[in-house]
């Protein structure tokens, strides 16, 4: 057994050094390519720094620098198609040339994966941006991939339906973009992951065929399930363009509640007491530490809490739940609230109850604005990993340690270490706040997180993905053989690897 393990190693191994050799070298976009497209495109939707149009180069600046401003591409040419068929011509142009692709949809995305390395051509996917149907009975919407997130929302609301996705970036991210990272965020305890509520995707793949598989079924076993590899694909096996996915029934009666605890230990015992208590009416346990609950406050991310509701409070919880009866989900949350006073051993210090929808949105709004609250504060290094619910809290002072132990824990170096996640799925998001990102940081605590991780046999990516971040770190949540077999599928769909390049695998 050992001997067939340790072979299979060295044979990926080799392969992946033949691979990186034969990697094939990737063309710049030339004016006779700019061109080209504009027999595709219509100038409106060309942005290019080549003559003849000569945009200048900070109409590109918004497509070359992510959302953290830590990754900038060199990008000359940006397209906007408005159709499947158009991103069709282009891809099969570029894949002629050898020109590298970046598809782009909100430019949310937190680990580098939505701008160019060098100067690949940006397709933006911001002009697909029609719902192309939708079934009330089966709750199946079918859209273009650049519908930004919370418009199929709006969308949604007047026939009582939602998607089944909700995230902090809703107002800028795309389904596209959050179908190529699988994004989790906060509704995934309750709806699941979009590897289950999509049903179908539209694909051009990189030498410009269409592949049509934008099924409205909620059963089709029909073979291989093509559309999974798409999700979370983060634009290296081709571009969605479509997106057939189920909306839940929007809840009849929705209420939250953030609690304040005395201590981290609590929130597992508090986890297990709410999925008893709440069972099928819950539908969030969000968790975050004191300290970025504090920079959320300081950066305006909904309304403070009162001073006597969180004095001692080491870290919060927000709970909410959704249900069909309002007086029966009351009566449920209510009485988790009582026993929780109540009891001897209290879990938790308070809880702060929404009573009105504004209130309901503003304790939302400090969860949901803790990511932004981070990237106010300063250079955010970010760590979306999965570890055991009981190391969360262990895996935030252990990096801080570490940064303390190499003389970085100060207000010119790192500011703050920071965690925050979806408790109830596992995910933690380690937020290292920096006055600047700077090497000796990133040395201190690369490989340091990415070894913890491995040692609790983590995730080092549990829902923003790869990027151009951590294809260095892939090996430590994938073994050898899983990742020979992901470059073997990219190599079969894109063999000129023009797709994202630099992204996922290296
Ligand atoms: C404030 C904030 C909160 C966030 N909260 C969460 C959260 O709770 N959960 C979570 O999972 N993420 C979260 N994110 C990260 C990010 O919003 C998600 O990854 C989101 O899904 C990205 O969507 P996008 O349209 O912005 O994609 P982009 O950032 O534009 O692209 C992301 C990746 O997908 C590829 N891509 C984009 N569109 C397509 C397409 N049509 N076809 C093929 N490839 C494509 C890109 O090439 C890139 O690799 C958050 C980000 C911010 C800024």
């Known amino acids: 057994m050992f001997a067939s393990r340790h072979v299979v190693r060295r044979v990926a191994l080799r392969q992946t050094r033949r691979w990186a050799h034969t990697q094939p070298k990737l063309q710049s976009v030339t004016a006779d390519d700019v061109a080209h497209f504009s027999k595709i495109l219509p100038a409106t939707s060309i942005l290019s720094t080549l003559p003849p149009l000569s945009t200048a180069a900070s109409e590109l600046s918004p497509f070359n620098n992510d959302w953290m401003n830590k990754y900038h591409g060199n990008s000359t040419t940006v397209l906007r198609p408005r159709t499947t068929q158009e991103v069709s011509e282009i891809v099969k142009h570029c894949n002629e040339r050898g020109i590298g692709i970046v598809p782009q949809g909100g430019n949310t995305g937190l680990v580098g994966g939505s701008v160019p390395i060098q100067d690949e051509l940006v397709l933006s996917l911001g002009n697909m941006n029609k719902v192309r ?79 049509d598989q934008l099924t409205t079924l909620r059963k089709d076993n029909t073979g291989y399930d093509l559309k999974q590899l798409f999700i979370g694909a983060e634009g290296t096996l081709g571009i969605v363009t479509g997106v057939s996915i189920l909306a839940a ?9 953030v609690l304040a605890l005395p201590k981290f230990d609590n929130v597992l015992p508090l986890f297990v007491e709410a999925k008893k208590q709440l069972s099928e009416i819950l539908s969030a346990f969000e968790f975050f530490d004191r300290e970025v609950y504090e920079l959320a406050v300081k950066h305006g991310q909904g309304r403070a809490l009162n001073e006597e509701d969180i004095e001692g409070a080491e870290c919060f919880v927000l709970v909410e739940t959704s249900g069909g009866k309002r007086e029966h989900d009351e009566e449920k949350l209510n009485g988790l609230l009582e026993s929780l006073m109540e009891s001897e051993t209290p879990l938790i210090n308070t809880g702060v109850l929404s009573q ?17 609250a981070v990237s106010k504060e300063g250079k955010a290094y970010k760590y979306d990993i999965s570890v055991p619910l009981a190391k969360f809290k262990e895996v935030v002072d252990a990096t801080r340690e570490r940064l303390r132990s190499k003389g970085l824990l100060h207000a010119d170096a790192v500011k703050h270490v920071v965690g925050y996640g979806h408790v109830g799925d596992g995910n933690l998001h380690l937020n290292v706040v920096a006055a600047n990102y700077t090497p000796e940081i990133e040395a201190a605590l690369e490989p340091f997180v990415y070894e913890l991780v491995a040692s609790y046999r983590g995730s080092i990516s549990a829902e923003h993905g790869i990027g151009a971040m951590k294809t260095h770190a892939l090996h430590y949540s994938k073994g050898d053989v899983s990742i020979e077999w992901m470059r073997r599928i990219k190599t079969l769909f894109d063999p000129r690897g023009i797709m994202n390049p630099g992204k996922v695998l290296e």
């Open 133 to 211: 149907s939708f079934d009330p009975v089966s709750g199946i919407l079918v859209a273009d991939a650049g519908c930004i997130l919370e418009s199929l929302s709006e969308y949604l609301a007047p026939h009582r339906h939602i998607v089944p996705l909700d995230l902090g970036a809703k107002g800028s991210c795309q389904i596209g973009g959050n179908v190529s990272t699988n994004a989790g965020g906060l509704r995934l305890l309750r709806y699941g992951s979009l590897h289950g509520s999509v049903l179908g995707l539209e694909v051009v793949l990189p030498d410009g065929t269409i592949l």
């Open 356 to 372: 009105s929808p504004s209130q309901f949105a503003s304790l939302w709004a400090i969860r949901e604005g803790l990511t932004e």
């Open 249 to 257: 029934p929007a809840p009849q009666s929705t209420n939250n509640v």
